[in-house]
C-alpha cells in the first residue's frame, strides 16, 4: 500500500509498506477509527501468507487493539495520529502516536459508553504495553502474540 489520498476523500494521509513494517498517517476523526483497522487487516493479510498466526483469535485481538488505540486517539488527542504496524518475528508490535502528552490510565469500567474499557482491554490482550513521551505528545506501544 502507498502513495496519499486526499483529505476530503477520508482520513488517511499517507500510507507505506515495506516488508514487515506498514506505517499510516491519518488526518483525525471517527472514520479515521474504522480505517485503521482495514490498514491493519491489509498487514495482516500479507502477514498470515508469510507466517500464519499460533492462535485462532490472534487476528481478531489485533484488530480489536489497534481499533482501540485508533478510538482513543481520537477521543483524547486532537488533530492526527500514526499507526504502525511491524512484525518482530513472534508478535505483532502496534504503535499509534498522537498529539496528546496524556497518558492512558486504567479506568473503572463504566457499561454505559463512558469509557474505561480500552486500556484496561488492550493491558489484557497485549504480552507487553507501553507509553513513551514524544516531543509532540506519546506513543502508544502494544506487543500482540502472533
Given amino acids: ?5 486526499n483529505r476530503d476523500e477520508g482520513e488517511v ?3 507505506a509498506m515495506q516488508g514487515e513494517l506498514m506505517v499510516t498517517h491519518f488526518a483525525g ?4 477509527v474504522s480505517r485503521a483497522r482495514d490498514v491493519a487487516e491489509t498487514f495482516l493479510a500479507d502477514l498470515k501468507r508469510a507466517r500464519p498466526p499460533n492462535s485462532r483469535a490472534a487476528v481478531d485481538d489485533v484488530l480489536l487493539v489497534v481499533s482501540e488505540l485508533a478510538a482513543n486517539s481520537v477521543r483524547h488527542a486532537p488533530g492526527p495520529f500514526v499507526l504502525t ?3 518482530p518475528g513472534d508478535a505483532v ?3 499509534v502516536r498522537d ?3 496524556e497518558f492512558p490510565r486504567l479506568r473503572p469500567m463504566d457499561r454505559f459508553g463512558k469509557g474505561g474499557i480500552g486500556w484496561n482491554l488492550i493491558r489484557l490482550l497485549a504480552s507487553n504495553s507501553y507509553v513513551v513521551a514524544e ?3 506519546k506513543s502508544v506501544h502494544a506487543f500482540l502474540p502472533w
Fill in 1 to 5: 500500500m502507498g502513495g496519499s489520498r
Fill in 13 to 15: 494521509l499517507l500510507a
Fill in 135 to 137: 516531543p509532540d505528545g
Fill in 85 to 87: 504496524l511491524r512484525d
Fill in 29 to 32: 476523526g471517527t472514520c479515521c
Fill in 99 to 101: 498529539t496528546s502528552p
Fill in 93 to 95: 508490535h502496534i504503535t
